[in-house]
């Protein structure tokens, strides 16, 4: 019998009954898939960084300050970030791990080290997880976080808080695209992204994939977790802007016949920054897994091309280093 979404809301276009869908054309087949695949083999892509793996991981890399007390954002690599707000610390798709893989001994590696560890953190109360492909919601740090903040909070989209509570997770909040929840001094929604779900062979689009808007009286942050382009998008900061601080991906694209339904670009990206009103931006989703065919060191030099052809300031549009720091206090004096 086929499984049946127990969420399914006939009403909403992203749901069906047999999971969820994205209101854009749909993403490339299987086939393309196994295509993407055969043409990167026979091409021996990716390509390792120019300078190669040592000098790359000392232009990009630094270990995470947490000194201070001050609300501050800090980029851990890939799409992992850190907020702290309040003395309140919240991790945001953190895949920390060796490699990202349901397999501990194949699929993709880190190239670049983790700018921290679990063991690392003074305190956490939230984590906030976009969907749930392995380097985005990454079981092994999961258990370690749950291991030494077993009271921590996990906020995820609709469809994947039967995981975390098979993980031993108490505390779950799933929420639907638009959806909100507020904890204390922060309000914590779900926002549309052009991507899909998957873990097994069997569980394809069974749970959602979202972007994530978190707001504190000093922040209004959108984090676009991992999306393709779609003008769906541009409905976020219409409704829920002006924000103060972007995320928004720039790696993985390449190429783009394939990556184009799942994964912007950083011209498009740049395009999204433009139309939020060029608030300051982390690049995100590149530096650390090879997950398409650009090398790792490509991104930041197409996102510099794609705002040099948009006629914007790099200034609030830079790559940060993986492990780099921004406090808060600082955002209304960048724009």
């Not at 969820?20 to 091409?43: G, I, S, V, Y």
Request: aromatic share 12%.
């Amino acid at each position: 019998m086929a499984w049946k979404n127990p969420w399914y809301n006939p009403h909403l276009e992203h749901h069906s009954p047999t999971g969820f869908k994205n209101p854009d054309p749909e993403l490339p087949q299987k086939r393309d898939f196994k295509k993407w695949q055969k043409e990167r083999k026979a091409a021996g892509l990716p390509l390792p960084p120019a300078a190669g793996y040592p000098s790359f991981i000392s232009q990009w890399c630094q270990q995470t300050d947490l000194t201070g007390d001050q609300d501050a954002a800090w980029w851990l690599g890939h799409a992992a970030l850190m907020l702290r707000l309040d003395g309140k610390y919240t991790l945001i798709d953190p895949a920390l791990s060796p490699r990202v893989s349901p397999l501990s001994f194949y699929g993709p590696q880190r190239k670049t080290p983790a700018p921290l560890q679990i063991a690392d953190l003074p305190a956490l109360s939230y984590v906030v997880i976009s969907h749930s492909h392995y380097d985005h919601l990454d079981r092994s740090t999961i258990k370690q976080i749950l291991r030494r903040f077993p009271q921590v909070e996990f906020i995820v989209p609709l469809g994947l808080a039967p995981w975390f509570k098979r993980l031993g997770a108490r505390h779950v909040t799933q929420l639907d695209w638009w959806q909100a929840t507020q904890r204390g001094s922060m309000t914590f929604q779900a926002v549309p992204a052009r991507h899909w779900s998957m873990r097994t062979l069997w569980n394809r689009n069974r749970s959602l994939w979202c972007g994530w808007v978190i707001r504190h009286s000093r922040l209004n942050f959108w984090f676009s977790g991992d999306t393709g382009y779609s003008e769906n998008l541009l409905t976020i900061p219409d409704r829920l802007g002006p924000f103060n601080l972007l995320a928004l991906p720039i790696g993985a694209y390449a190429p783009k016949w394939f990556m184009q339904g799942q994964h912007m670009d950083p011209s498009q990206s740049v395009h999204l920054h433009k139309a939020a009103g060029c608030p300051l931006t982390i690049p995100i989703h590149w530096g650390v897994f090879e997950l398409a065919d650009e090398p790792l060191d490509e991104p930041p030099l197409a996102l510099r091309q794609a705002l040099i052809d948009a006629g914007l300031s790099a200034q609030f549009f830079r790559p940060w280093r993986i492990g780099e720091r921004y406090l808060v206090e600082n955002l209304n004096n960048s724009s």
